[in-house]
Nanobody, 115 residues
Framework: QVQLVESGGGLVQPGGSLRLSCAAS????????MGWYRQAPGKQREFVAS???????NYADSLKGRFTISGDNAKNTVYLQMNSLKPEDTAVYYC?????????WGQGTQVTVSS
C-alpha cells in the first residue's frame, strides 16, 4: 500500500530555514505528481507546492521565492526547502501523492515559527 512519511518539522525562529522530507513507499515518486499542503490552526488546508513526474514545479503565489520543492528518485523522497520562515508559516505540513484519481496523504509534520 502507499505510505507517505513526513519528517523534518520542528521549532524555528523567524528568518530561519527548515527542510521537510517525504519518504514514499508503495509507489515510485518518479511516476506521479507529488505535493505539499499545510494547515494552520483554525484554517483550511492550503496548497503549498507540487512537482510533476516530469519535474515541473508549481507554488502558491505567496510562497514563491521562499519555498522550493524537489525530488530524489533514488531515495524515493520529496523535499520542501523552506527559507526566510515567518510566524504565519506555522502549520502542519502534509505530503501528498496523486495516483490516478486518488490522493494519498501523509500524517503531517508540525512546523512552528516563533521566537
Amino acid at each position: 500500500q502507499v505510505q507517505l512519511v513526513e519528517s523534518g518539522g520542528g521549532l524555528v525562529q523567524p528568518g530561519g530555514s527548515l527542510r521537510l522530507s517525504c519518504a514514499a513507499s508503495g509507489i515510485r515518486i518518479s511516476f506521479y505528481s507529488m505535493g505539499w499542503y499545510r494547515q494552520a490552526p483554525g484554517k483550511q488546508r492550503e496548497f503549498v507546492a507540487s512537482i510533476t513526474k516530469e519535474g515541473i514545479t508549481n507554488y502558491a503565489d505567496s510562497l514563491k521565492g521562499r519555498f522550493t520543492i524537489s525530488g530524489d528518485n533514488a531515495k524515493n523522497t520529496v523535499y520542501l526547502q523552506m527559507n526566510s520562515l515567518k510566524p504565519e508559516d506555522t502549520a502542519v505540513y502534509y505530503c501528498t501523492a496523486r495516483v490516478g484519481l486518488r490522493n494519498y496523504w501523509g500524517q503531517g509534520t508540525q512546523v512552528t515559527v516563533s521566537s
